[in-house]
Protein backbone atom coordinates (compact mmCIF):
# COMPACT_ATOMS: atom_id res chain seq x y z
CA UNK A 1 0.00 0.00 0.00
CA UNK A 2 1.59 3.24 -1.03
CA UNK A 3 2.53 5.98 2.12
CA UNK A 4 -0.40 8.55 2.27
CA UNK A 5 1.77 11.96 2.65
CA UNK A 6 -1.01 14.88 4.66
CA UNK A 7 -0.04 18.36 4.88
CA UNK A 8 1.95 19.72 7.78
CA UNK A 9 -0.25 21.62 10.10
CA UNK A 10 -0.86 25.41 10.04
CA UNK A 11 1.71 26.31 13.26
CA UNK A 12 4.60 23.93 11.60
CA UNK A 13 4.18 25.48 7.94
CA UNK A 14 4.53 28.93 9.40
CA UNK A 15 7.40 28.48 11.38
CA UNK A 16 9.22 26.41 9.00
CA UNK A 17 8.58 29.36 6.33
CA UNK A 18 9.62 32.26 8.83
CA UNK A 19 12.86 30.16 9.57
CA UNK A 20 13.90 29.79 5.49
CA UNK A 21 12.54 33.77 4.87
CA UNK A 22 15.23 34.80 7.70
CA UNK A 23 18.19 32.20 6.38
CA UNK A 24 20.68 33.50 4.26
CA UNK A 25 21.13 31.32 2.04
CA UNK A 26 24.74 30.48 0.06
CA UNK A 27 24.74 30.41 -4.01
CA UNK A 28 27.73 28.87 -5.11
CA UNK A 29 29.86 29.72 -8.58
CA UNK A 30 28.58 27.91 -11.35
CA UNK A 31 31.99 26.90 -12.50
CA UNK A 32 34.80 25.11 -10.82
CA UNK A 33 38.34 25.19 -11.83
CA UNK A 34 37.25 26.90 -15.57
CA UNK A 35 34.70 23.71 -16.00
CA UNK A 36 30.93 24.91 -15.71
CA UNK A 37 29.40 22.61 -13.37
CA UNK A 38 25.95 20.84 -14.43
CA UNK A 39 23.08 22.13 -12.97
CA UNK A 40 20.33 19.94 -10.67
CA UNK A 41 17.75 20.62 -8.46
CA UNK A 42 16.60 18.22 -5.52
CA UNK A 43 13.06 18.51 -3.17
CA UNK A 44 12.78 18.19 0.04
CA UNK A 45 9.72 17.60 0.80
CA UNK A 46 7.81 17.56 4.21
CA UNK A 47 4.45 16.39 5.49
CA UNK A 48 2.77 14.21 8.08
CA UNK A 49 2.87 10.50 8.13
CA UNK A 50 1.58 8.69 11.24
CA UNK A 51 1.26 12.26 12.96
CA UNK A 52 4.97 13.13 12.71
CA UNK A 53 6.35 15.30 10.20
CA UNK A 54 8.71 13.55 8.04
CA UNK A 55 10.80 14.33 4.98
CA UNK A 56 10.86 12.07 1.90
CA UNK A 57 14.02 10.24 1.05
CA UNK A 58 13.89 7.62 -2.23
CA UNK A 59 16.45 4.35 -2.68
CA UNK A 60 17.47 5.30 -6.43
CA UNK A 61 17.11 1.54 -8.55
CA UNK A 62 20.47 -0.39 -9.51
CA UNK A 63 20.92 0.83 -12.71
CA UNK A 64 21.91 4.36 -14.24
CA UNK A 65 23.11 7.26 -12.66
CA UNK A 66 23.92 6.61 -8.97
CA UNK A 67 22.68 3.25 -8.70
CA UNK A 68 21.43 1.66 -4.99
CA UNK A 69 22.10 5.25 -3.33
CA UNK A 70 19.81 7.22 -1.18
CA UNK A 71 18.90 10.43 -2.92
CA UNK A 72 16.01 13.69 -2.10
CA UNK A 73 13.97 13.37 -5.37
CA UNK A 74 15.34 15.19 -8.33
CA UNK A 75 17.61 15.46 -11.08
CA UNK A 76 19.12 17.41 -13.98
CA UNK A 77 17.63 20.31 -15.08
CA UNK A 78 16.22 20.23 -18.47
CA UNK A 79 16.77 23.43 -21.15
CA UNK A 80 14.48 26.25 -20.44
CA UNK A 81 13.82 25.30 -16.94
CA UNK A 82 14.25 27.38 -14.04
CA UNK A 83 15.79 25.75 -11.22
CA UNK A 84 12.23 25.23 -8.88
CA UNK A 85 10.53 24.00 -12.43
CA UNK A 86 13.23 21.22 -12.29
CA UNK A 87 12.26 20.10 -8.03
CA UNK A 88 8.68 20.49 -8.94
CA UNK A 89 8.60 18.45 -12.12
CA UNK A 90 11.51 15.88 -10.38
CA UNK A 91 9.24 15.37 -7.04
CA UNK A 92 5.86 14.69 -9.26
CA UNK A 93 8.10 11.98 -11.63
CA UNK A 94 9.70 9.97 -9.17
CA UNK A 95 7.07 10.07 -6.03
CA UNK A 96 4.20 10.84 -7.37
CA UNK A 97 3.88 13.87 -5.27
CA UNK A 98 2.31 17.11 -7.37
CA UNK A 99 2.42 20.43 -6.08
CA UNK A 100 2.73 24.38 -7.14
CA UNK A 101 5.29 27.12 -6.37
CA UNK A 102 3.31 28.34 -3.82
CA UNK A 103 4.25 25.26 -1.93
CA UNK A 104 7.64 26.13 -1.91
CA UNK A 105 8.81 27.66 1.30
CA UNK A 106 12.15 28.22 0.71
CA UNK A 107 15.75 27.13 -0.36
CA UNK A 108 18.88 26.01 1.14
CA UNK A 109 22.47 26.29 0.25
CA UNK A 110 23.45 25.18 -2.81
CA UNK A 111 25.84 22.27 -2.83
CA UNK A 112 28.68 21.83 -5.02
CA UNK A 113 29.30 17.92 -5.59
CA UNK A 114 32.17 15.81 -6.01
CA UNK A 115 30.55 14.23 -9.51
CA UNK A 116 30.44 17.84 -10.70
CA UNK A 117 27.04 19.39 -10.68
CA UNK A 118 25.20 21.87 -8.66
CA UNK A 119 22.37 21.19 -6.51
CA UNK A 120 20.01 23.71 -5.46
CA UNK A 121 17.59 22.14 -3.06
CA UNK A 122 14.31 23.55 -2.60
CA UNK A 123 12.22 23.21 0.86
CA UNK A 124 8.30 21.75 -0.22
CA UNK A 125 5.12 21.00 2.02
CA UNK A 126 2.27 20.13 0.05
CA UNK A 127 -1.12 21.76 0.92
CA UNK A 128 -3.17 18.61 0.20
CA UNK A 129 -2.85 14.60 1.04
CA UNK A 130 -0.87 12.82 -1.66
CA UNK A 131 -0.33 9.42 -2.24
CA UNK A 132 3.45 8.82 -2.68
CA UNK A 133 3.95 6.61 -6.21
CA UNK A 134 7.65 5.50 -6.90
CA UNK A 135 8.77 5.62 -10.51
CA UNK A 136 9.65 2.12 -11.08
CA UNK A 137 11.89 2.81 -13.72
CA UNK A 138 13.96 5.21 -11.43
CA UNK A 139 13.25 4.75 -7.36
CA UNK A 140 13.36 1.14 -6.09
CA UNK A 141 11.72 2.17 -2.70
CA UNK A 142 10.46 6.08 -0.72
CA UNK A 143 11.09 6.19 2.72
CA UNK A 144 9.56 8.49 5.29
CA UNK A 145 12.34 10.17 7.79
CA UNK A 146 10.62 11.66 10.94
CA UNK A 147 12.33 15.42 10.95
CA UNK A 148 13.35 15.04 14.20
CA UNK A 149 15.15 12.56 13.61
CA UNK A 150 18.00 14.60 12.05
CA UNK A 151 19.10 16.00 14.95
CA UNK A 152 19.04 13.41 17.30
CA UNK A 153 21.86 12.61 19.40
CA UNK A 154 24.28 10.65 17.91
CA UNK A 155 22.85 10.67 14.49
CA UNK A 156 26.28 12.63 12.80
CA UNK A 157 29.79 10.50 12.56
CA UNK A 158 32.56 10.80 10.88
CA UNK A 159 33.82 7.31 9.80
CA UNK A 160 37.32 6.76 8.38
CA UNK A 161 37.55 5.23 5.31
CA UNK A 162 40.42 4.46 2.63
CA UNK A 163 39.64 7.73 1.36
CA UNK A 164 40.12 9.72 4.92
CA UNK A 165 37.41 11.22 6.81
CA UNK A 166 33.54 11.08 6.00
CA UNK A 167 30.84 12.48 6.85
CA UNK A 168 27.57 10.19 7.55
CA UNK A 169 24.00 10.19 9.30
CA UNK A 170 22.74 7.47 10.69
CA UNK A 171 18.64 7.71 10.64
CA UNK A 172 18.07 3.92 11.05
CA UNK A 173 19.64 0.81 12.27
CA UNK A 174 19.95 0.05 8.28
CA UNK A 175 19.94 3.44 6.65
CA UNK A 176 23.35 5.65 6.29
CA UNK A 177 23.53 8.46 4.53
CA UNK A 178 26.14 10.15 3.21
CA UNK A 179 27.09 13.87 1.53
CA UNK A 180 25.85 15.48 -0.70
CA UNK A 181 21.99 14.13 0.89
CA UNK A 182 23.15 13.42 4.34
CA UNK A 183 24.27 17.13 4.32
CA UNK A 184 21.63 18.89 3.24
CA UNK A 185 19.17 17.12 5.35
CA UNK A 186 21.67 18.04 8.02
CA UNK A 187 21.43 21.49 7.22
CA UNK A 188 17.36 21.28 7.11
CA UNK A 189 17.14 19.37 10.12
CA UNK A 190 19.14 21.96 12.54
CA UNK A 191 17.13 25.17 10.74
CA UNK A 192 13.73 23.08 11.13
CA UNK A 193 14.11 22.15 14.67
CA UNK A 194 16.95 24.21 16.37
CA UNK A 195 16.33 27.47 14.28
CA UNK A 196 20.36 27.30 13.87
CA UNK A 197 22.37 27.89 10.24
CA UNK A 198 25.25 25.39 9.79
CA UNK A 199 26.95 25.36 6.43
CA UNK A 200 27.76 21.87 5.10
CA UNK A 201 29.26 22.38 1.57
CA UNK A 202 32.47 21.25 2.67
CA UNK A 203 31.26 18.12 4.57
CA UNK A 204 33.01 15.03 2.62
CA UNK A 205 31.90 12.72 0.10
CA UNK A 206 32.47 9.10 -0.19
CA UNK A 207 34.04 7.46 -3.29
CA UNK A 208 31.25 6.20 -4.08
CA UNK A 209 28.86 9.54 -5.01
CA UNK A 210 31.77 11.07 -7.41
CA UNK A 211 30.00 9.62 -10.56
Not at 49 to 76: H, Y
Not at 96 to 119: C, I, K, N, W
Not at 179 to 203: D, K, Y
Request: charged content about 20%; proline content about 6%.
Amino acid sequence: MATQLHPLSDAWTARLRARLDSFARQEASPDRGGASLRRASVALCVGTVGGRESVVLMKRVGRGLNPGQFALPGGKRDPGESAQHTALRELEEEVGVRVTPAEVLGRLDDYVTASGFLMQPFVIAPSTAQRLVRSADEVHSVHMIAVEALTAPGTHRIAQTAEGPVEQWKLRSNLVIHAPTGAILHQFGMLANRGEVVRVGSFAQPAFTHT
